[in-house]
């Protein structure tokens, strides 16, 4: 099966400026997550979206940053204004639905799948 | 938010060296991953683990599930200097929102 799809892989800007990146999950999976991985830092969390619908954006710096999943597919994340420590490798994954109880130990569920990252330099 | 406590931070051995890291939780998950992150690359699966006590093998990587459900290893036997990369486990909890918490890494260096 095709992987996560993202772009663009890199991109330098300026503080101030804006800049977007594009997400298309796995086929068929219906969670997709945003995350910000800081060079020698694990991933952390920006947005989590089920089909079109946010599950968790508590940790999104709102004044910059927005995503959408408008058809529940692919996503878009933007900044604007940047500011330089939003420099960081922004990562896109997906997850198969959480199975219902009692199929907890289905293989291949509850597993998250990265795309290779979108590289943001901001100087 | 939920933390994962993951050790050692960083690792140099030699080509050949067995490899042992591990990561700690204050709270039980459902599933434990562990994952690898090249330069310039996104987090790959090297293993899931669903249930507890659960041992794992993928060639010469094994990782365990840990019985209390808060802890889990990974074993990397006759490394080799591809194995280099920074490793990360990952725990998720199946009643909470299909939420995923990272540890912090661990950056293993082999020397040839």
């Known amino acids: 099966e095709a992987g996560v799809a993202q772009s663009p892989r890199y991109k330098i800007i300026e503080k101030r400026q804006s800049v977007a990146f594009w997400c298309n999950p796995i086929?068929?999976?219906?969670?997709l997550y945003w995350y910000q991985q800081i060079l020698g830092q694990g991933p952390k969390l920006l947005i989590q979206f089920q089909n079109n619908g946010v599950v968790d954006d508590s940790q999104l710096p709102k004044d910059r940053f927005s995503a959408e999943r408008l058809k529940g597919v692919d996503s878009t994340l933007k900044i604007q204004p940047a500011k330089l420590e939003d420099s960081a490798v922004y990562l896109c994954?997906?997850?198969?639905?959480?199975?219902?109880?009692?199929?907890?130990?289905?293989?291949?569920?509850?597993?998250?799948?990265f795309g290779a990252g979108s590289r943001l330099t901001v100087l | 938010g939920q933390q994962l406590n993951q050790s050692p931070q960083s690792m140099f051995i030699q080509e050949g060296e067995d490899v042992s890291m591990n990561c700690t939780s204050s709270s039980i998950f459902n599933t434990w991953l562990w994952y690898k992150q090249e330069p310039g690359e996104g987090p790959v699966l090297l293993i899931a683990?669903?249930?507890?006590?659960e041992l794992t093998s993928n060639g010469r990587l094994t990782a365990q599930f840990g019985i209390t459900r808060k802890d889990s290893f990974l074993n990397i036997s006759a490394s080799i200097p591809s194995d280099v990369g920074i490793y990360f486990c990952a725990g998720f909890f199946l009643y909470n929102f299909n939420k995923f918490y990272f540890g912090s890494g661990t950056k293993l260096n082999v020397k040839p």
């Open positions: 994954a997906s997850s198969l639905e959480t199975p219902p109880p009692g199929f907890v130990g289905l293989s291949g569920a509850n597993v998250l799948t």
């Open positions: 086929s068929g999976h219906a969670t």
């Open positions: 683990l669903y249930k507890a006590g």
